[in-house]
């Protein structure tokens, strides 16, 4: 069942803060991955295969560097879940 992009926000947000310690209450979608949140490259790569696995989504590798904000990986699992 697809998830609502509010739904996939929090999820992600979930992931992020397990994989980096970074507090839920600053991911938020508007913060840039690498340069606000300081995910490096092998925190990104983690971090979609978390969200693959718990949005049951597959997100290419070409499709990583498209991902610059929280909210850009949120519009992306929500579109292709549908």
Not at 3 to 30: F, R, W, Y
Request: no cysteine; net charge negative.
């Amino acid at each position: 069942m697809a998830q609502s992009e509010a739904e996939i926000l929090s999820g992600l947000a979930a992931i992020i803060n397990e994989l980096t310690d970074i507090p839920v209450e600053e991911i938020q979608a508007d913060k840039s991955l690498d340069e606000d949140l300081h995910v490096d490259s092998l925190s990104m790569i983690e971090i979609v295969n978390e969200a693959g696995e718990r949005f049951g989504v597959t997100i290419p590798d070409e499709e990583i560097a498209n991902l610059r904000t929280v909210g850009d990986a949120a519009k992306y699992i929500a579109g292709a879940q549908s």
